[in-house]
């Protein structure tokens, strides 16, 4: 019973690298998205997908990708870390048939660029 | 657009005590959800409490009860019997219904129990 999967837990990038967070659910939900969370800011929506091949974007999405090919996987993607995309990221999913029906969030990634 | 503010960025009580936090919000829509989530240091995102605002019957979860009022657009959380384990960051979140189910989140209340 895995729920959502991110891959890795802590990252450290140099100013200018890039990476992918991976994220994965295996419970068939429809609509996943990716938050960031900064001390004092709450969460705030990075890019969002209702489903495979649709992708949008949240309220800070600049400096990231997204992309969703299959239902389970929705990975974001850094191009050029910046020290302003220090943060600690959540995947999250639900269902979206069910506007009701909560978020299930991953355990974060804690991403620090020097 | 809508807003959801907690005015109370940290919190402390004593354990077996009662202690409310405040959410309020803001929205033109009369189709919503709102949701209280727990984060403690694991970090990890727990669902505490949810509750529709076509119902005008306050939700309840053991220890975890809201005061909602939909006129003044507030949506507090009462915690009784206060838990060690209770300490944590708590967070209201709101969407709208119909909407892409983005949850639009507060800063947050970091809530410590002290035995």
């Known amino acids: 019973n895995a729920g959502v999967t991110q891959t890795p837990k802590f990252q450290v990038l140099k100013t200018g690298q890039s990476m992918t967070l991976q994220c994965a659910q295996d419970?068939?939900?429809?609509?996943m998205s990716w938050y960031r969370q900064d001390p004092g800011m709450g969460l705030r929506l990075i890019h969002y997908?209702?489903?495979?091949?649709?992708?949008d974007q949240g309220e800070v999405p600049n400096g990231y990708n997204v992309s969703r090919s299959t239902t389970e996987d929705f990975p974001l993607r850094l191009l050029s870390a910046a020290p302003s995309q220090t943060s600690v990221y959540f995947c999250?999913?639900?269902?979206?048939?069910?506007?009701?029906?909560?978020?299930?969030f991953g355990n974060g990634t804690r991403l620090t660029v020097t | 657009a809508q807003t959801v503010t907690q005015s109370q960025p940290e919190m402390s009580v004593q354990e077996a005590e009662t202690v409310t936090l405040s959410c309020t919000y803001d929205?033109?829509?009369?189709?919503?959800?709102l949701f209280w989530y727990k984060q403690p240091p694991s970090r990890q995102m727990i669902l505490v409490i949810r509750?529709?605002?076509?119902?005008?019957q306050n939700a309840t979860e053991n220890r975890f009860s809201v005061n909602f009022q939909k006129a003044a657009k507030s949506f507090s959380l009462k915690i009784s019997d206060s838990q060690l384990g209770d300490t944590a960051m708590y967070f209201c979140?709101?969407?709208?219904?119909?909407?892409?189910?983005?949850?639009?989140f507060g800063k947050g209340t970091k809530l410590s129990v002290k035995p």
């Open positions: 999250a999913s639900t269902n979206k048939k069910n506007y009701n029906s909560p978020l299930h």
């Open positions: 419970m068939n939900h429809e609509y």
């Open positions: 997908s209702v489903g495979a091949g649709i992708t």
């Open positions: 929205t033109s829509e009369s189709n919503y959800y």
């Open positions: 509750q529709e605002a076509y119902k005008q």
């Open positions: 979140a709101f969407v709208e219904g119909g909407s892409q189910g983005n949850l639009i």
